[in-house]
């Protein structure tokens, strides 16, 4: 039950910007595809034949398999992860459809939202068992969230509109509630933007009313999540107890015991909200939260509490693995950077993230910096993505080496390069390797691994767990 109140609060996922997909091919034509796909299907013909589930989810793994190492063949690696998507909806595995156009996603300019819900609108006639019909359910609440969260509410209408019917026939009260609750928020949400529309051009006219500037303000900060526009408005809106919060933020920037208080009157107002409203609202306070920490002003119970906070912000934020499957190794293909220059003759190699791992001195590490303080590694994911574990490796080659990764940590950015940093992770002392499961799901982008003391840093590989933002 509570896992499923917590997927009908997950809105952590986003679309593609239009600057990204410019840089991506469009699908090949269809001519392309036809020929594509026979050769697909003659090279997998026995897989193709073998109709039992089981089967049929192992041919959408070999399939995602094929299309991840085929390169210089657009053609080709679309209709793997075509055939990927149709081949698992078929089998009433969603998640597994929706990992497929998340790969064609990554891979080709197209509309992963639209794809997802279409997908998802082929296989619904044929969603007849119980746990299918769950599975479709929860894949839809995955796509409505994903547009909403990203101001697209026609389309998380029709992820709502298409997860009610079908939750009924679970007869599950807690999924039909949840489905209700869904199309309740995503059509008032939808309406509200329309509404917003005309209160703009009056904003811009200069035509506004306080009511006016209360409905667009509430509207940019707690249905789209666009505070920076959101705030000002607020600032001249009717509602006295908005207004006092957004003439606060300005002033709580650089006191910790100003962010904390602002940070838990957020936190309260979100209390007595729900849906997309209260998310927006815990994330915004966990924000104000997360300043006072990494300023060092909070002690105590009320440090506690900030922590505590933080982490319910990021769970509701971040994909969670009953809904989209379990994490992934989504590191291969990262970059990272040295904080200090490399020792002569060891360069850093990229065996560090790729899974070969090593490189340098019998093969013993992947890279090795100069004897410093604090030197660290900034590995970037290359997007927003959400982090659940990480699996670093020591220095192989020498056995007295590796106490010199006794005080190794972990700090992530969802910001940039330069941080702000959130220390995730301090090892208790030296190992071989490390295995790190966070304890909730984490977005960033940037992840830094270091040390806390003078040393050379050394690592022969590092492994980075989750789901990627797409």
């Known amino acids: 039950m509570t896992r499923l109140i917590r997927i009908a609060v997950w809105v952590g996922a986003t679309l593609v910007a239009a600057a990204a997909m410019a840089d991506l091919p469009a699908p090949p034509d269809a001519a392309a595809q036809e020929r594509a796909q026979k050769l697909v299907r003659d090279l997998f013909k026995d897989a193709y034949t073998r109709k039992a589930p089981a089967d049929r989810v192992a041919l959408v793994k070999v399939l995602r398999m094929e299309a991840e190492r085929t390169s210089g063949d657009l053609a080709g690696k679309f209709v793997l992860l075509r055939e990927a998507r149709d081949i698992a909806a078929g089998a009433g595995d969603f998640a597994g459809a929706m990992e497929a156009v998340d790969d064609l996603n990554r891979a080709f300019a197209i509309d992963a939202v639209e794809m997802k819900l279409t997908t998802l609108r082929a296989a619904s006639r044929g969603v007849n068992s119980g746990e299918g019909q769950r599975s479709f359910v929860r894949a839809c609440f995955v796509v409505g969230g994903a547009a909403a969260e990203a101001g697209n509410f026609d389309a998380a209408v029709r992820a709502a509109a298409m997860a009610e019917p079908v939750a009924r026939a679970t007869r599950d009260p807690v999924l039909v509630s949840v489905a209700s609750a869904q199309s309740t928020e995503y059509l008032r949400a939808q309406k509200d933007a329309v509404r917003a529309k005309s209160v703009q051009e009056r904003v811009d006219a200069n035509r506004a009313t306080a009511e006016d500037y209360l409905m667009l303000g509430e509207f940019l900060c707690f249905t789209k999540g666009d505070w920076a526009r959101g705030l000002p408005l607020l600032v001249k809106?009717?509602?006295?107890?908005?207004?006092?919060?957004?003439?606060?933020?300005?002033?709580?920037?650089?006191?910790?015991?100003?962010?904390?208080?602002?940070?838990?009157?957020?936190?309260?107002?979100?209390?007595?909200?729900?849906?997309?409203?209260?998310?927006?609202?815990?994330?915004?306070?966990?924000?104000?939260?997360?300043?006072?920490?990494?300023?060092?002003?909070?002690?105590?119970?009320?440090?506690?509490?900030?922590?505590?906070?933080?982490a319910v912000a990021a769970a509701e934020e971040g994909y969670l693995p009953e809904a989209v499957g379990e994490p992934r190794w989504i590191s291969k293909t990262a970059t990272y950077t040295m904080s200090a220059e490399a020792e002569p003759d060891h360069p850093a190699l990229p065996n560090l993230l790729d899974g070969r791992g090593g490189g340098n001195q019998n093969n013993g590490f992947a890279f090795h910096t100069k004897d410093v303080n604090s030197p660290y590694i900034t590995i970037d994911l290359g997007a927003t993505a959400r982090i659940a574990r990480l699996e670093i490796s020591n220095r192989r080659d020498d056995p007295g080496a590796l106490k010199r990764a006794k005080t190794l940590a972990v700090w992530t950015s969802s910001g940039d390069a330069q941080g702000p940093w959130r220390l995730v992770w301090e090892a208790a002392g030296a190992e071989k390797e490390w295995t790190i499961e966070l304890p909730t799901p984490v977005a960033v982008r940037y992840v830094k691994i270091g040390l806390r003391e003078k040393n050379p840093l050394h690592l022969f590989a590092v492994k980075i767990f989750g789901w990627d933002g797409n």
């Open 237 to 310: 809106s009717s509602n006295a107890g908005l207004k006092e919060l957004a003439v606060r933020e300005g002033t709580a920037t650089a006191d910790a015991a100003a962010q904390r208080e602002l940070a838990n009157a957020w936190w309260d107002l979100a209390e007595k909200n729900k849906g997309l409203r209260r998310g927006r609202m815990r994330r915004h306070a966990a924000a104000f939260y997360q300043q006072a920490l990494d300023g060092g002003g909070l002690r105590g119970l009320e440090r506690t509490r900030a922590e505590k906070r933080v």
